[in-house]
């Protein structure tokens, strides 16, 4: 499961209504808003599969979603919010959802806690279901709160959405990714905006494929040697018997009696 706690909130960096989820089930790890000057005025879907075949700039992961989804807008989808969400290997993350809203310009990326799986049955995990169940969850918006099966199907017709759709895109790894699209056209998704969408999401699963195995060996790197010796052995700093010099304090003392005094001296490693 990848991502559920985004999809119960209203927007990425929002926390959730449920008190079943604290503040640290969810991180913020990027977030960024292109200039009006700088996003697509006109695309293809032609041209956005192309481009998703180029997309390399791995670190970048998301300013290319940014991208992927103000392209779409430029070639006629009428979009309000797109999301992507991938599972990872995280002692304490279960995986990360990137999201885009075009009201607010905004696209944020999160690491999602392990908790929030667990707390959420498999029937009213969206995110489950697609990513192993490999369902397509299509739901039109414009009804009663009882016929909505979802929470944040609500919150989604709240922001001003009419149609939802969530496809699972196959991957490398156990569990596809799950792709959500929602319109605020009011008579929603026609097919044929729904099969160019299907299209461009098998094309996305390429680069989604070489982000996600960047981004799952940065995690465990960083989760088990660090968050600064983590990079560094990702960047290739490996060779043994190398090392830096640095200057450390190490402090000795005898709990049962006065400390000794902190001696300062240079180590490397």
């Known amino acids: 499961m990848t991502g559920t706690l985004l ?4 927007d990425a960096s929002r926390q959730p209504r449920s ?3 604290l503040p640290e089930h969810i991180r913020v790890v990027g977030r960024m808003t292109r200039p009006p000057e700088r996003r697509p005025v006109h695309d293809t879907i032609d041209n956005i599969a192309d481009w998703l075949l180029e997309w390399r700039q791995l670190s970048e992961g998301i300013a290319s979603f940014d991208e992927f989804a103000w392209r779409l807008v430029a070639a006629g989808t009428p979009l309000i919010r797109v999301t992507l969400h991938t599972a990872t290997l995280h ?3 279960i995986g990360s959802t990137i999201t885009w809203w075009r009201d607010t310009g905004e696209t944020v990326q999160v690491m999602i806690a392990h908790e929030v799986a667990d707390a959420i049955p498999y029937e009213k995990n969206p995110v489950y279901r697609v990513c ?3 369902e397509t969850l299509r739901r039109r918006l414009d009804l009663p709160d009882d016929e909505l099966d979802f929470e944040v199907l609500i919150e989604l017709r709240e922001r001003g959405g009419t149609d939802y759709i969530a496809m699972p895109i ?7 990714y799950m792709l959500t699209f929602v319109t ?3 008579r929603g998704f026609r097919e044929d905006e729904l099969a160019d969408l299907a299209r461009v999401g098998r094309r996305l699963s390429i680069a989604a494929d070489r982000y996600n195995q960047y981004w799952i060996t940065h995690n465990l790197l960083c989760a088990y040697l660090g968050p600064n010796t983590g990079p560094k052995v990702l960047t290739g700093q490996i060779r043994r018997g190398t090392g830096m010099e640095l200057t450390a ?9 006065l400390p000794s005094a ?3 001296c240079p180590a490397s490693g």
């Open 262 to 264: 902190p001696t300062v």
């Open 7 to 10: 999809e119960k909130t209203r």
């Open 19 to 21: 008190s079943a989820f």
């Open 170 to 176: 196959d991957s490398a790894y156990a569990a596809a």
């Open 249 to 257: 304090v190490l402090w000795s003392s005898d709990l049962r009696g």
């Open 184 to 186: 605020d056209r009011p």
């Open 132 to 134: 192993y169940g490999r």
């Open 91 to 93: 002692p304490q993350f």
